[in-house]
């Protein structure tokens, strides 16, 4: 991911104290503990190590089953509102995000939860398309984009709430290579911070940090090239294995 000026970095504290998480009893993140400071931050990991689920929790719409996570000090899942100008999720799957016809609705409905009144939100919604080159498509219905489409409408919708911390799910998952070139420009250039999960070292290569999450557990946390260079590493190992039962899940 291209790096911001580094004259307009802002720097984000990521703790998780002890955060363990069950679903029906069975465990899916394992006494995470950290404690980081980051402008860029990359979760890596296999399929269902966790990534999501982390994500999930670090925006607050989870709360752990034992242990805190806090996000410049405030736990996100405590006060939705106020969780609202501090940290905005892109999920994996653009269908679990869009609620609203027409794209302006689903870009201006955040800004209205951020309490602004309903014509300065869709002005404002209105500058972040025209911002991505997108003003015309403003009326158009999201149910008629492609998926990638529908993944540019959802970040737009969170990047328009300008969070201080932006927290991506696989963001170019699907998106043909001019898209996911023009995403990473527009990506460089949120001042805020940002946590991108991917299982590809490659989309986080210039993060300054990086987790490497195996079966809910940390592997790693630590510089972003020397994490991601280990977990290519070890991917590279398992690929070239015959062992079936290393394969995810
Ligand atoms: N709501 C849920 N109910 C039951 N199990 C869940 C739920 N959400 C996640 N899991 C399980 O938790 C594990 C981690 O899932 P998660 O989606 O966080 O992984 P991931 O690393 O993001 O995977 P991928 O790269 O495939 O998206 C998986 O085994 C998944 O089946």
Known sequence: MTKADP???QKARLQLEAVSLEIDGRPILRELELSVAFHRMGVLGRNGSGKSTLSRLISGLVT???GRALLNGADMAADRRAALSEVGILFQNPDHQIIFPTVLEEVSFGLAQ?????????????ATLERFGKAHWAEVAVATLSQGQKHLVCLMSVVAMAPRVLVLDEPFAGLDLPTKMQLRRALGQFPGALIHVSHDPEDIADCDVCLWLDAGRLVEAGEGARVGAAYLEAMRKLGAGDDLSDLSG
């Open 64 to 66: 752990p089953s034992a």
């Open 114 to 126: 951020q309490g602004r009144k309903q014509r300065d939100a869709e002005a404002e919604a209105r």
């Open 7 to 9: 004259q307009a970095q």
